[in-house]
């Protein structure tokens, strides 16, 4: 008997570690243009093949990731308090759809925690989809980021 609870004992957290679920991503948003706090930093950005990416783990909640894949660093966490609003296409103007929430993040790199407010506007263009999300956090630095949207995004599904 206490073999056998010894031995659950040791075994039990790689049992739950296996029944939890994989991130399945919904949405990859591709990073053409970077700027912080005006400051054009694409190149680094492009360097590092970073991408924002929507997530599920439990197929409600969404998430976003700020993934770096050449330092293999990202920063991650669960959006909240959203915000949504759709503009209908115009004779001058593109279908938009706007998003605004807050996103409590955490760094992969360093212990950094904490909430961003983010913005994300998705247009809606006769080729495909393209976005303008700015993050703020609570250093009030500005990050912006511009580009294409590789899966499609249904911003009223979470």
């Known amino acids: 008997m206490k073999k056998s609870l010894i031995t659950l004992f040791l075994f039990l957290p790689f049992i739950i570690l296996g029944q939890t679920e994989k991130p399945k991503i919904i949405s990859k948003l591709v990073i053409s243009d970077a700027r912080e706090n005006d400051i054009d930093i694409t190149e680094h ?43 209908e296409e115009s004779s001058t103007e593109f279908e938009t759809h706007i998003m605004s929430f807050k996103w409590t993040y ?6 950094k925690k904490g909430t961003a407010n983010v913005e994300l506007v998705i247009i809606h263009k006769p080729i495909g989809k393209a976005f303008i999300i700015t993050i703020i ?17 249904d911003l009223n599904k979470y």
């Not at 970073?50 to 197929?59: N, S």
Request: neutral net charge; charged residues 25%; glycine residues 4%.
């Open 106 to 111: 955490e760094n992969s790199y360093n212990t």
């Open 45 to 87: 950005i492009l360097n590092q093949q970073a991408y924002l990416a929507f997530y599920t783990e439990d197929g409600k909640n969404l998430s976003m990731a700020n993934v770096w894949v050449k330092n293999a660093t990202n920063s991650f966490g669960r959006i909240f308090d959203k915000k949504y609003h759709k503009s």
């Open 137 to 153: 956090p609570e250093d009030l630095d500005v990050l912006q980021y511009k580009g294409y949207i590789e899966r499609s995004l």
